[in-house]
């Protein structure tokens, strides 16, 4: 078992899933010569040559949309959009020609290819470049998101991704390429559409996805410290969504807390919410929390940005408030 | 063929009228009475084009038809008065070739080789159509006779034609790709994205530009800054060319000059057929942004009426023959509305058949008014 970064977790699958399958091809900007923005695709085309490793114009919409095109002659494009802001450029080519291809013709063709794409703020970036807009795509049925959080589930996620049948969002995040975690050399792929439960507890769950997850879990080994049992879900999958495990978590627990980086009307946090509330309304016994991003345009000043996106203490804050509100003696 | 667009001399350019959206008249009627000779393809072949552009221009005046009853909802847009576009464009594609169409397409999806009851169903929405009644008008799809898919959204198919010949390129297959679209996707992000993107890496894709001067009402002149398509192409050094969409035979030739031509060096190429549209943008669309004139010229071009007289003229027909394939032609359209008529709509039970390829644990089945828990 290695201990590697989320961003080696990538490379080395990307590269064995392409060692394994030749119609497994990498397409975007900067991808080839220049080794990708964050490095990802480091090596790859010395190793694989143009043709598996595409440099592309800057034209998200043409080369998302020959993406399309290709997987639906069979081949498999792993797509790396440069941030999820870029996507937008896309949007047409991903919403609506990949979500609807395989339900439009009646299940005639499909488009079987991977995006992948990092989001989030934190590096003072400015407000085009810190957006973290997963729910547009979440949104669509026939889309697939994931997001993982662990260099183990960049693994697992990214298997599972590249053997779907369908596109598959996948979401990484600026801040978690460094992260350090155990991969296991024989990992099995991760199944779509399923939650982790990466703590488990009896006093509160806390609900997250990539970075939000990896602070949650911290938050839960702090409070455990102080003897309070936090149960941490990491939802994985945005679309589809694993409502069954965080409802059966919160009827078990009684209060939930959501930690989420995008913004809070609309958000992910609000699907979740809800979903408790249809789930396991006679269970709560404190309104469901949620601690989101600021609304604003994430500025670039840095106490301004820290200020708007969430943290490990904002987190700790909020499951502090809801124990107290449903009286939890510590 | 590496000559570049400036050297395709245009059909009749120099006579249209620039902006303000009156056609100098005589440009597209002069082309009509220009017919390439009928002589370069055998007498069958001629005939067969006169059934297929015939069996279209019934087919799409029964389809209005069943708007009207309707039997048939949604948009629906005809091919009517760009059979001979449509026909001379197909017949230059192999059944293993593909096509990527907007959604004016009925006439394609016949002409590439799918039964028409199965392009009546689609219309009707019956599990016997081209998508099971999914896609409706707008989007019909059959992977046996190459047919990727007709396209709602203009100019989406132009990115996935580009995309299916990376794959064909990519595997080294000998397939084509034809990218059909209307002169109003021109002016579009994707479409200069892709005709970059294809000139860039060698890609076997033509790109077929219908222009029958109307984007939905507003005239190519009033969007295009360059109305002389076909032009386009020598922004990407990619060979383009304007053919008469009214001559059958001509875009039989000009399309498949092009598309042997792709299929042999991978280079792409944009080719601009010039038509009219009988009617408006959709079967609902009076189209009274129309001028007399205009509208006038298209009754006038009429190119299922100009090639039946012009192969009856030629001894290539006579007046019992032509009779006879409309009669034949007539009967296919009927037998294609008893098809879609008796075929069964889909069961509502398989609302969720089609959402994913590869079926995922917590795909959401609910209907409208299930609970969530």
New interface residues.
């Given amino acids: 078992m290695a201990v590697i970064t989320y961003r080696q977790a990538l490379h080395d699958t990307l590269r064995e899933e392409m060692l394994s399958d030749e119609n497994v091809?990498l397409i975007g900007e900067e991808i080839g010569v220049f080794e990708g923005s964050y490095k990802i695709t480091a090596g790859l085309l010395e190793e694989f040559g143009e043709?598996r490793v595409?440099d592309?114009?800057i034209?998200e919409?043409?080369?998302?949309?020959?993406?399309?095109?290709?997987?639906?002659?069979?081949?498999r494009p792993v797509v790396e959009l440069m941030t999820i802001n870029f996507s937008l450029l896309a949007l047409?080519?991903i919403v609506?020609?990949a979500a609807k291809?395989?339900?439009?013709?009646?299940?005639?063709?499909?488009a079987?290819m991977v995006l992948r794409t990092p989001g989030g703020g934190g590096q003072q970036l400015g407000a085009t470049h810190s957006q973290n807009i997963e729910l547009y795509y979440a949104f669509v049925?026939?889309l697939?998101v994931v997001a993982p959080s662990t260099p183990a589930d960049a693994r697992a996620l990214l298997k599972a991704s590249l053997?779907?049948?369908?596109p598959v969002l996948f979401l990484e995040n600026l801040a978690l390429y460094n992260t350090k975690g155990e991969v296991p050399d024989d990992m099995p792929p991760a199944?779509?559409?399923?939650a982790g439960v990466t703590r488990t507890g009896s006093d509160i769950t806390i609900i997250g996805y990539s970075r939000m997850a990896t602070v949650a879990t911290q938050v839960a080994d702090q409070l455990g410290e102080e003897g309070i049992s936090a149960e941490v879900i990491d939802l994985r999958?945005l679309r589809?969504?694993?409502?069954?495990t965080l409802?059966e978590s919160v009827r078990k627990t009684g209060c939930a807390v959501i930690a989420e980086d995008d913004w809070l009307t609309y958000g992910i946090g609000a699907e979740i919410a809800?979903?408790i509330s249809?789930?396991a309304f006679d269970y709560l016994d404190a309104p469901v929390r949620r601690v989101a991003a600021a609304e604003v345009p994430l500025p670039y000043a840095k106490p301004l940005e820290r200020a708007a996106l969430p943290s490990a203490e904002s987190l700790n804050a909020a499951v502090r408030q809801t124990l107290d509100a449903v009286g939890h003696r510590r | 063929m590496a000559e570049t667009a400036t050297r395709s001399k245009p059909a009749g350019s120099g006579s249209k009228g620039r902006r303000g959206g009156t056609r100098s008249g005589g440009s597209r009627s002069q082309q009509s009475q220009g017919k390439t000779a009928p002589q370069a393809e055998s007498p069958e072949t001629l005939r067969d084009y006169f059934r297929q552009m015939s069996l279209i221009r019934r087919f799409e005046e029964r389809a209005a038809q069943g708007y009207t009853q309707a039997k048939v909802g949604g948009y629906c847009h005809l091919n009517l008065g760009e059979e001979a576009t449509v026909v001379g464009l197909m017949s230059a594609l192999r059944r293993s070739d593909y096509l990527f169409t907007n959604y004016r397409e009925h006439g394609y999806a016949i002409a590439k080789g799918i039964e028409p009851g199965k392009v009546m169903a689609e219309l009707y929405g019956r599990t016997t159509g081209t998508s099971k009644g999914l896609g409706g008008s707008m989007h019909m799809f059959d992977t046996e006779v190459g047919l990727l898919g007709g396209y709602g959204i203009v100019g989406g198919q132009v990115p996935l034609a580009t995309g299916a010949a990376l794959a064909i390129d990519y595997r080294g297959g000998d397939e084509v790709v034809m990218c059909q679209m209307g002169d109003g996707t021109t002016n579009i992000g994707a479409f200069h994205e892709s005709m970059n993107i294809a000139a860039l890496w060698n890609l076997p894709v033509v790109f077929v530009v219908i222009n029958n001067y109307l984007g939905m009402g507003t005239t190519v002149e009033m969007s295009s800054a360059e109305s002389e398509l076909y032009k386009r192409a020598v922004a990407y050094r990619m060979h383009g060319e304007r053919v008469d969409g009214n001559d059958v035979v001509a875009v039989r030739e000009a399309a498949g000059r092009l598309v042997e031509h792709a299929r042999k060096t991978g280079e792409p190429a944009m080719l601009e057929a010039v038509s009219h549209r009988m009617k408006g943008h959709s079967v609902v669309d009076p189209a009274k942004y129309r001028n007399s004139e205009d509208a006038e010229a298209a009754r006038e071009a009429d190119p299922v009426a100009a090639f039946r007289e012009q192969l009856v003229s030629a001894n290539v027909l006579d007046e019992d023959g032509a009779a006879e394939i409309e009669r034949a032609v007539q009967a296919d359209v009927d037998a294609a509305v008893a098809f879609a008529d008796d075929s069964p709509h889909p069961d509502p039970a398989t609302l969720f058949d089609y959402t994913y390829a590869t079926p995922v644990a917590n795909d959401s089945r609910r209907l409208p008014a299930d609970p969530v828990f």
């Fill in positions: 091809f043709k595409r592309t114009p034209a919409e043409g080369f998302v949309g020959a993406a399309v095109g290709a997987a639906m002659l069979g081949l047409d080519q609506n020609h291809i395989y339900g439009m013709f009646g299940g005639q063709s499909n079987p049925p026939g697939k053997a779907d049948n369908d199944e779509i559409g399923r999958s589809p969504l694993d409502r069954e409802v809800a979903s249809d789930g």
